[in-house]
């Protein structure tokens, strides 16, 4: 192994609105059950995220923070939808500036993609642009009214006054993935007649107006970015009946422009209008695994007791692996190809790039040095952000500092740790990557371990 070169893309720092990142690596949000049922975060969170820092990321972006309690995806996840939500926020920034690394929060709102309602909005539909349960889980869905749009814009402009008060060094906006803010720019999924519905333009309304409410509470020496889907590819490649198929790559652009105009610092280049989507998290969808963490789901969508139905038979099982990225360039008959998996967005980043004139963040199964090198050197993207190659690698960046150009035990884009997501901790669930099984559970574990020793005084 040799040792980095000063020129090399990766290490060179950028600095986006007064925020220099020491390399051109961040960690990309991965959503785990590891908090609190309410929302409050626990110790384990802490050390969770304190791993990727030692590891050599210029910056994490937080799991998904419901910036209210209706818009919370999956209880168990940290909040930032209350003031005294802010101290432990502020715990967890100053853990991992330790390292050198900056925090993000990820400021969320499900709408009617919520997968695991709390209690207490068990039966209730989620606000949204549609009257539409979603395609994939039938979850829920009733229109919201023109006040309640404006009371959820005032609430993203709280939860970044918030971030901003616990320390944090920027916040990203979720606008992608088939949430709240997606349902309404989404042309096969906005259904409304007002002004937040109709044009692009319209539809992409509201958005516009959080950026607006928070850069007032935040001023503009923040770095604010928001995560976008370059296309949405509509579930025509899951739901194998559906016709509509949602913003295209242009459309995805024009918002991109709008969103500069309104003052954001960067895009965060993201793909499909669900959550997951064939194109994110690509790869395989492990029906297996994802049978027995999908009984959570039971009673939370109307086409959820078919789908687990479906599941209970291997035949079924394997159609549903089929159908699952069959038209995505990284399949072909029925393998993977994970070289065809890393950067896949990239071409897309790039005209994200030219027509906004912000600095992109990509993201999308990057894990070897060649080509995230290449992405960067041919100036595809500013950074790269990785979730699934760090979960399996949390120390990649040094490896790339010693010149290690891919992991020893990549990746195998599984899928395995999202399907286990809704119902187990957040853990690479990949045997195949681990001497045994045993030590899979260990190491899936010892954030817990850790966090019960003492994260604060730990190091
Ligand atoms: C288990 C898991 C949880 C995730 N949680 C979030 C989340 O909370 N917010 C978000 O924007 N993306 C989330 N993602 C998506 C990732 O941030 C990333 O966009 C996607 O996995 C593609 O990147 P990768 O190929 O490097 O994994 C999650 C992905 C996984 C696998
Ligand atoms: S379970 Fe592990 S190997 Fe599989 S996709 Fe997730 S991180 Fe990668």
Same mark, same amino acid.
Not at 123 to 144: C, E, F, I, N
């Given at each position: 192994?040799?040792?980095?070169?000063?020129?090399?893309?990766?290490?060179?720092?950028?600095?986006?609105?007064?925020?220099?990142?020491?390399?051109?690596?961040?960690?990309?949000?991965?959503?785990?059950?590891?908090?609190?049922?309410?929302?409050?975060?626990?110790?384990?969170?802490?050390?969770?995220?304190?791993?990727?820092?030692?590891?050599?990321?210029?910056?994490?972006?937080?799991?998904?923070?419901?910036?209210?309690?209706?818009?919370?995806?999956?209880?168990?996840?940290?909040?930032?939808?209350?003031?005294?939500?802010?101290?432990?926020?502020?715990?967890?920034?100053?853990?991992?500036?330790?390292?050198?690394?900056?925090?993000?929060?990820?400021?969320?709102?499900?709408?009617?993609?919520?997968?695991?309602?709390?209690?207490?909005?068990?039966?209730?539909?989620?606000?949204?642009?549609?009257?539409?349960?979603?395609?994939?889980?039938?979850?829920?869905?009733?229109?919201?009214?023109?006040?309640?749009?404006?009371?959820?814009?005032? &609430?993203?402009?709280?939860? #970044? +006054?918030?971030?901003? %008060? !616990? $320390?944090? @060094?920027? =916040?990203?906006?979720?606008?992608?993935?088939?949430?709240?803010?997606?349902?309404?720019?989404?042309?096969?999924?906005?259904?409304?007649?007002?002004?937040?519905?109709?044009?692009?333009?319209?539809?992409?309304?509201?958005?516009?107006?959080?950026?607006?409410?928070?850069?007032?509470?935040?001023?503009?020496?923040?770095?604010?970015?928001?995560?976008?889907?370059?296309?949405?590819?509509?579930?025509?490649?899951?739901?194998?009946?559906?016709?509509?198929?949602?913003?295209?790559?242009? &459309?995805?652009?024009?918002? #991109? +422009?709008?969103?500069? %105009? !309104? $003052?954001? @610092?960067? =895009?965060?280049?993201?793909?499909?209008?669900?959550?997951?989507?064939?194109?994110?998290?690509?790869?395989?969808?492990?029906?297996?695994?994802?049978?027995?963490?999908?009984?959570?789901?039971?009673?939370?969508?109307?086409?959820?007791?078919?789908?687990?139905?479906?599941?209970?038979?291997?035949?079924?099982?394997?159609?549903?692996?089929?159908?699952?990225?069959?038209?995505?360039?990284?399949?072909?008959?029925?393998?993977?190809?994970?070289?065809?998996?890393?950067?896949?967005?990239?071409?897309?980043?790039?005209?994200?790039?030219?027509?906004?004139?912000?600095?992109?963040?990509?993201?999308?199964?990057?894990?070897?040095?060649?080509?995230?090198?290449?992405?960067?050197?041919?100036?595809?993207?500013?950074?790269?952000?990785?979730?699934?190659?760090?979960?399996?690698?949390?120390?990649?960046?040094?490896?790339?500092?010693?010149?290690?150009?891919?992991?020893?035990?990549?990746?195998?884009?599984?899928?395995?740790?999202?399907?286990?997501?809704?119902?187990?901790?957040?853990?690479?669930?990949?045997?195949?990557?681990?001497?045994?099984?045993?030590?899979?559970?260990?190491?899936?574990?010892?954030?817990?371990?850790?966090?019960?020793?003492?994260?604060?005084?730990?190091?």
């Amino acid at each position: 192994m040799g040792t980095r070169s000063t020129n090399d893309p990766i290490f060179q720092p950028v600095t986006i609105n007064g925020l220099t990142f020491k390399n051109r690596i961040i960690r990309s949000s991965l959503g785990g059950r590891i908090d609190y049922y309410d929302g409050s975060m626990s110790d384990a969170r802490i050390a969770w995220d304190r791993q990727f820092a030692r590891g050599g990321v210029s910056a994490i972006i937080s799991s998904n923070a419901g910036i209210r309690t209706d818009g919370i995806a999956v209880p168990g996840y940290a909040a930032i939808d209350h003031d005294r939500t802010i101290p432990s926020w502020r715990a967890l920034v100053r853990e991992i500036h330790k390292y050198d690394c900056h925090y993000i929060i990820q400021l969320h709102f499900s709408g009617r993609q919520r997968d695991l309602a709390r209690k207490e909005y068990v039966g209730v539909p989620g606000m949204s642009a549609t009257g539409k349960p979603d395609l994939l889980h039938g979850l829920r869905a009733r229109q919201s009214t023109a006040a309640e749009i404006h009371d959820v814009v005032r &609430d993203y402009g709280q939860a #970044a +006054r918030r971030a901003r %008060e !616990a $320390g944090a @060094d920027g =916040i990203e906006i979720v606008a992608c993935n088939g949430y709240l803010l997606h349902q309404f720019l989404s042309s096969a999924i906005n259904e409304r007649t007002d002004e937040y519905g109709g044009d692009l333009r319209a539809r992409a309304r509201i958005l516009l107006e959080v950026i607006a409410a928070v850069r007032a509470a935040v001023g503009r020496d923040f770095f604010v970015s928001v995560k976008l889907s370059g296309r949405d590819d509509h579930n025509a490649w899951t739901a194998p009946f559906e016709r509509a198929v949602g913003n295209t790559i242009e &459309d995805s652009m024009a918002v #991109a +422009r709008w969103l500069a %105009e !309104a $003052g954001l @610092d960067a =895009i965060h280049l993201s793909q499909g209008d669900s959550f997951p989507h064939p194109r994110i998290p690509a790869g395989s969808f492990p029906t297996d695994e994802a049978r027995i963490s999908y009984a959570v789901m039971y009673y939370e969508g109307t086409r959820v007791p078919t789908n687990i139905f479906m599941m209970n038979f291997a035949l079924l099982r394997r159609l549903i692996e089929w159908n699952w990225g069959r038209r995505m360039p990284y399949k072909r008959g029925g393998k993977l190809l994970p070289e065809a998996i890393e950067g896949m967005s990239q071409a897309d980043a790039a005209k994200i790039k030219e027509a906004a004139g912000l600095p992109v963040i990509c993201v999308g199964g990057w894990q070897t040095a060649g080509p995230i090198r290449g992405a960067l050197a041919a100036g595809h993207c500013d950074v790269i952000s990785i979730a699934r190659g760090l979960l399996a690698n949390p120390d990649l960046v040094h490896r790339f500092a010693e010149g290690q150009n891919a992991p020893d035990k990549p990746c195998t884009y599984c899928n395995k740790c999202a399907v286990n997501a809704l119902r187990h901790p957040l853990a690479c669930w990949e045997e195949s990557r681990f001497e045994s099984r045993e030590r899979m559970f260990e190491e899936a574990y010892r954030i817990f371990q850790e966090a019960a020793v003492g994260v604060h005084g730990g190091e």
